[in-house]
């Protein structure tokens, strides 16, 4: 549970509650696996209020059975932030953030394989001033590459508790537990040499932000270095500016520094190693050769010129065979409840608008977008599987190349990749794209993605394209293989037009850690799974709902008198109508008011197009056999006896469907991930016009051309 | 796209230093000069990558950029946008 914003760390009541741990560290170092094997299943997942950066608290208990608060922070290599995951650890940690009260007590993890660069996040928390535990983590692993880390030696140099741990195996968490609940931990013996050049300036904006932005003395000396490293820093909403005066400070000291040629930054990060040099000299021995290590090997593999391609290539095409094989069971489960559960709702409740509100609003829409939950969840657990084996960064090292051609880099490409099953799990993932403008430009173009549910649309056109019977199927691979095509190149067009235009930004950086492979962890992974699915259900629930009621309303009101077929009590509905007054928009492609219908209600899901045409032209269908909604659709006609959905309008919707946004649950997504609703607008204007001009341009050339 | 010269080119004990971008896969080098402005090269001073620091070229990615280095017994991948702007000597 987070802590009510007004109890701090000096107010009396700090004594009596209940401490509050930070848990730190660096990304890959096993963050995640020693939080939750400290709080099993009782974490709270939320986000840090204004920014899309998870929160996550747990409460852990004691040796002794007293409860303690833990907060996981986002990975970080530093607290000079360059993400916003980075941002919300530093601004935590400073007391900077008005909705979590600063920690008592900080747990930083280190990944014992690789010391020295987790020590110089260890080492800007030491300034804080604060009480740290250090946990040793992976210590099989390093004995494993011939390191010999002296537990004793670390504790002695930096006069803090050291507890060596493999969290994965849960060793080390007794030894963890004790030490979190003495009530006399040590504070560290922290000396290094600030560089001779640097020390006035840190003095006096420590002194500055004491006086005038109400920091308590160490942590302002923490602050201080921090905005000498850190010389464009990301600032997050919800974290406190500075004041003039210390602004003020800063840039004179820069602005002197600047032009005496002085590094300012950089010689504050070298004096850290320098220190974190000294102590590691200490305490980790080479105690044995090895040879190259199992993710030498792999490597050597998986990104090898050849190799490296074929093993992406069937690392993805496993993927979407499993979510196709895997989730068609579980969807047909879901169908099946939610007809049952409309059905006794039929039977129990008399007949009237409250039933039909229960039944077709609320049941079968949020059935509709909860028909698409097994996809996204086996789409978190293969993001998460390659995320905890470390394959993802592989597959951004690889990609990176062909990514950067269009202004982004190897980090987008798994997020939009996943958008060719469903575009809301490729939004929640690209919160691992570090630089904000680049993860919004991915989130912005993903839905272009041909996601699975413009599938029944595609086939149905496919099969209503050739007048006479079956299409060769060579044909049908053919046309949806460019219709796929036609997005991923949408895509790709639109990243590279916004990072040019709208978005410019730095130039793109692929400076990213390649960690070492590892088995993952099914339990870490099916628990990040169910959280991101959870996340889904809750956030996009009450928009997904709410617009699924209103899409009821506008096709069952006003009423036709009773005895009235369905076809013709959604001709003269309000989506009738609408599809009506649609008509002169989307006239120039090729598509009557009846068509129009199916646009509107497509923003349930797009597949509810097969859906509202078989209502709107009075068939029969079901998903797997389109045939009679087929023989409904070739014989439509305009008034004027033409036919409707000639060779060309089938095409021409099915490019619209490429291209257009119709879909609640991404919408509710994007709303959600880029907080507010200025993006998702911004990107159902855009992809729609595309749409319609893609459309306009093909039925009107295709004319032109006598088709 | 600059590739990297063929592993003869940098003989032992060779000491002009060149951009980290032109060094051989596999061969080692230590550090001397990176840019002082700029926030890409500010991270990878705080990930390790320092004047006197000893790293190796580990490999290209398939298509040639980004680059693969070892850093204080890590792996880090970097662009070679950046990486041209590193100055290395080579070691033995």
Redo the contacts between chains.
């Keep these: 549970m987070a802590l009510p914003a007004h109890i701090t760390a000096r107010s009396p009541a700090a004594a009596s509650r209940q401490p509050v741990y930070a848990l730190v560290g660096n990304p890959n170092c096993g963050k995640s696996t020693l939080f939750n094997a400290l709080t099993g299943l009782k974490q709270k997942v939320g986000n840090y209020p204004g920014v899309t950066v998870e929160k996550k608290v747990g409460t852990a208990y004691s040796q002794h059975g007293q409860p303690i608060t833990v907060i996981d922070l986002p990975g970080a ?2 607290l ?1 932030a ?1 993400s916003p995951d980075e941002a919300v650890t530093r601004d935590v940690l400073l007391g900077r953030r008005r909705d979590t009260a600063p920690p008592d007590r900080i747990l930083c993890i280190v990944d014992a ?2 010391l ?2 987790n020590l ?1 996040l260890v080492h800007q928390v030491l300034d804080l001033g604060r009480p740290v535990i250090l946990v040793l983590n992976m210590m099989d692993l390093a004995a494993r ?1 011939g390191l010999t880390v002296d537990v004793a030696a670390l504790e002695q140099a930096l006069g803090i508790p050291v507890i060596a741990c493999e969290a994965v195996r849960g060793h080390g968490l007794i030894e963890l537990k004790l030490a979190m609940s003495r009530a006399d931990l040590p504070l560290a013996r922290h000396a290094w040499t600030v560089p001779a050049a640097i020390a006035p300036a840190v003095s006096e904006l420590q002194a500055s932000l004491v006086a005038h932005d109400g920091k308590a003395p160490l942590l302002a000396r923490a602050e201080a270095l921090l905005l000498l ?1 850190d ?2 820093s990301i600032r997050v909403a919800g974290s406190s500016p500075l004041s003039p005066n210390t602004a003020g400070i800063l840039r004179v000291w820069q602005t002197r520094w600047s032009g005496e040629g002085t ?1 300012w ?2 010689s504050l ?2 004096s850290r ?1 320098d220190s974190i040099g000294r102590i590691a000299a200490d305490a980790v021995r080479q105690t044995a050769a090895v040879g190259p290590s199992v993710s030498d090997r792999i ?1 050597a593999f998986a ?4 190799w ?2 074929s093993l992406l290539g069937v690392v993805m095409i496993l993927l979407f065979l499993s979510i196709f094989t895997f989730a068609e069971g579980p969807m047909n489960w879901i169908d099946g409840h939610f007809a049952a559960l409309a059905d006794s709702v039929k039977q129990a409740m008399p007949p009237g608008d409250l039933r039909d509100l229960i039944t077709d609003g609320a049941i079968a829409g949020v059935g509709g977008v909860l028909i698409f939950l097994p996809q996204i969840l086996i789409l978190f657990f293969f993001i998460g599987l390659l995320e905890s084996t470390g394959y993802m ?1 592989r597959a951004a ?2 990609m ?3 990514m ?1 051609r269009v202004g982004l880099n ?1 980090k987008s490409f798994i997020p939009m990749l996943s958008s060719y099953a469903c575009a809301i799990p490729g939004i929640m993932a690209t919160r691992t794209i570090e630089d904000p403008k680049d993860r919004l430009v991915t989130i912005l173009v993903a839905p272009l993605m041909s996601c699975s549910a413009r599938l029944p649309v595609y086939l149905l056109m496919i099969a209503a394209l050739v007048p006479d019977g079956r299409v060769p199927v060579l044909t049908k691979v053919g046309i949806m293989l460019t219709m796929y095509a036609l997005g991923t190149f949408g895509a790709f067009f639109f990243a590279w037009l916004f990072k040019r235009t709208l978005l410019k930004g ?2 793109p ?8 492979y590892r088995l993952p962890r099914l339990k870490d992974v099916a628990l990040h799974m169910f959280e991101r699915g959870w996340l889904f259900v809750r956030r996009a629930g009450t928009v997904i709902l709410g617009i699924s009621i209103i899409l009821w309303f506008l096709s069952a009101y006003p009423k036709a008198p009773g005895g009235t077929p369905p076809t013709q009590q959604l001709a003269q509905s309000f989506a009738g109508r609408a599809g009506h007054a649609l008509e002169p928009l989307i006239k120039p492609l090729g598509f009557d008011w009846q068509i129009g219908i199916g646009l509107i209600t497509s923003f349930a899901a797009r597949e509810v197009f097969v859906s509202t045409m078989s209502v709107v032209f009075n068939a029969e269908a079901t998903d797997d056999n389109t045939t009679p909604l087929r023989t409904a659709l070739v014989s439509a006609k305009w008034p004027d006896g033409r036919p409707l959905f000639t060779p060309l309008v089938c095409i021409t919707l099915m490019i619209f469907y490429v291209f257009a946004m119709q879909c609640m649950s991404t919408i509710a997504v994007v709303k959600r991930e880029t907080n507010g609703w200025k993006w998702p607008i911004f990107q159902t204007l855009y992809m729609t016009g595309t749409a319609w001009i893609m459309s306009f341009v093909v039925y009107q050339g295709g004319r032109a051309l006598g088709f | 796209m600059n590739l990297p010269p063929p592993a003869e080119s940098l003989l032992p004990g060779q000491a002009a230093p060149i951009p980290l971008s032109m060094l051989g896969v596999g061969c080692h080098a230590t550090v001397r000069e ?1 840019p ?1 402005v700029g ?2 090269f ?7 990558l ?2 006197g620091t000893v790293v190796t070229l ?2 290209a ?6 680059i ?1 280095i070892k850093v ?8 070679k ?2 990486a041209a702007q590193i100055l290395v000597e080579p070691v033995g």
């Design positions: 290599y530093s000079a360059r394989t690789n020295e660069r110089y590459a490293t010389s464009d590094d930054a950089g990060v070298n190693y490597d990104t090898h010129p050849l490296g391609w960064a090292f690889i990176d190349r062909l950067s190897g730095a130039p950086l692929m400076i990213m850690e390649l960690p070492p | 990176l002082k926030s890409a500010l991270r990878l001073r705080e990930m390790g320092l004047a580990v490999r990615a398939p298509l040639g950029d980004p693969e204080r017994g890590y792996r880090l991948t970097l662009r946008t950046e």
